[in-house]
C-alpha cells in the first residue's frame, strides 16, 4: 500500500504540473457553456424548463473540468444572489440551485426536462439524446398550450450576465494559480484520512475515513477536488489489479464522491469511533 501512495503522488505532482494551466481555458469553455443553456432556455421559451437549462448549463460545464466546474459555480451563485436582490421566491431560488448543483455533480439534467420540449435542446451527453430522442419519439406530447409567454424584459439578466463574465474574467486570472497548492493540500488531507484509518483502526471505520479525506480536499477548491478524485480512482484500481471484491470497491468509491460532492462524512461514521477522529 505504501508503494501505491507513493506512485499516486509522483503522478499527482506530474500531472499536477501537465494540468493547472487548463484551468482558464476549461473556466472560459465553461462560461460558454452556461452562456448557451441560457440562450436555449430564452429561445425555447417553454414552461417549467428553467430547471432543465439550469442542469443543463451546470453539466456541460462541469465536464469541461475542475475549471468548468467553477465557472458554472460562479455563474450559478452569481444568478442567484441577483434573484436574491430583485426579492425573488427564495423557495425558488433554492430549487433553482438545486438543479444546478445535481448538474454540476454529473447528474442528468433531463432529470428536469419537460415533457414536450423540442429535441434540439440538448446537452453534450450522445447516450442520454438517444434515449430522450426515442422517448419523444414514442410519446409525442407537443402541445401549444405548453409555451410559456413571459413580457418580462431581459435587460436586467442580460446586464447581470455581462457582470458575471467581467467577474468571471477577473476572478480566473487571480485564481488559477492556485490549482497547484490545492492540489497539494488536498493530496495531504487524503494522506491524512489514510494514517488517522490506520491509527484508528476500527471495524467498520473505512468509508468514514474515504468520505472525510475526499470531502476535506474537495474544500481545498477545483484543485483539491481534482487531487482526491485521482487518488481514489487510483486506489480503485489498485485494489481491482489485487482483486478485491468489486462489490466493496463501489461501496468505497460511493464514499468518496459522497465526501467529494460537500456530503458529511460523518453518514458512513461507526458506532464506537474514537471522537479524536
Keep these: 500500500m505504501k508503494l501505491l501512495l507513493a506512485a499516486i503522488v509522483l503522478f499527482l505532482i506530474v500531472e499536477t504540473n501537465a494540468q493547472w494551466y487548463k484551468f482558464p481555458g476549461q473556466a472560459v469553455r465553461g462560461s460558454r457553456d452556461m452562456g448557451r443553456a441560457y440562450r436555449d432556455m430564452r429561445e425555447?421559451?417553454?414552461?417549467?424548463?428553467?430547471?432543465?437549462?439550469?442542469?443543463?448549463?451546470?453539466?456541460?460545464?462541469?465536464r469541461r473540468g475542475p475549471g468548468g466546474r467553477w465557472a458554472a459555480t460562479v455563474?450559478?451563485?452569481?444568478?442567484?444572489?441577483?434573484?436574491?436582490i430583485k426579492d425573488r421566491d427564495r423557495a425558488e431560488i433554492a430549487r433553482d440551485q438545486e438543479a444546478n448543483r445535481w448538474g454540476r455533480n454529473g447528474g442528468d439534467p433531463n432529470r428536469y426536462?419537460?415533457?414536450?420540449?423540442?429535441?434540439?435542446?440538448?446537452?453534450?451527453?450522445?447516450?442520454?439524446?438517444l434515449f430522450e430522442v426515442a422517448k419523444i419519439r414514442r410519446f409525442p406530447q407537443i402541445h401549444p398550450n405548453n409555451f410559456q409567454r413571459n413580457?418580462?424584459?431581459?435587460?436586467?439578466?442580460?446586464?447581470?450576465?455581462?457582470?458575471?463574465?467581467?467577474?468571471?474574467?477577473?476572478?480566473?486570472?487571480?485564481?488559477w494559480y492556485n490549482f497547484p497548492g490545492q492540489a497539494y493540500e488536498g493530496s495531504r488531507d487524503m494522506l491524512r484520512?489514510?494514517?488517522d484509518m490506520r491509527e484508528a483502526n476500527t471495524i467498520g471505520s473505512d468509508k468514514y475515513f474515504h468520505a472525510r479525506g475526499?470531502?476535506?480536499?474537495?474544500?481545498?477548491?477545483?484543485?483539491?477536488?481534482?487531487?482526491?478524485?485521482?487518488?481514489?480512482?487510483?486506489?480503485?484500481a489498485y485494489h481491482l489489479i489485487k482483486d478485491r471484491d468489486r462489490a466493496d470497491i463501489a461501496m468505497d468509491q460511493e464514499a468518496n464522491q459522497w465526501g467529494r460532492k460537500g456530503g458529511d462524512p460523518n453518514r458512513f461514521r461507526p458506532?464506537?469511533?474514537?471522537?479524536?477522529?
Design 44 to 62: 425555447a421559451n417553454w414552461k417549467n424548463s428553467d430547471k432543465y437549462f439550469h442542469a443543463r448549463g451546470n453539466y456541460d460545464a462541469a
Design 75 to 84: 455563474i450559478s451563485n452569481g444568478r442567484a444572489a441577483y434573484h436574491l
Design 113 to 129: 426536462r419537460p415533457r414536450g420540449l423540442p429535441s434540439k435542446y440538448y446537452g453534450t451527453s450522445f447516450l442520454v439524446k
Design 151 to 175: 413580457s418580462k424584459t431581459s435587460s436586467d439578466m442580460k446586464l447581470l450576465l455581462a457582470a458575471i463574465v467581467l467577474f468571471l474574467i477577473v476572478e480566473t486570472n487571480a485564481q
Design 193 to 195: 484520512a489514510y494514517r
Design 214 to 236: 475526499n470531502y476535506d480536499a474537495a474544500r481545498r477548491g477545483p484543485g483539491g477536488r481534482w487531487a482526491a478524485t485521482v487518488i481514489s480512482n487510483g486506489r480503485a
Design 271 to 277: 458506532r464506537g469511533l474514537d471522537p479524536k477522529y
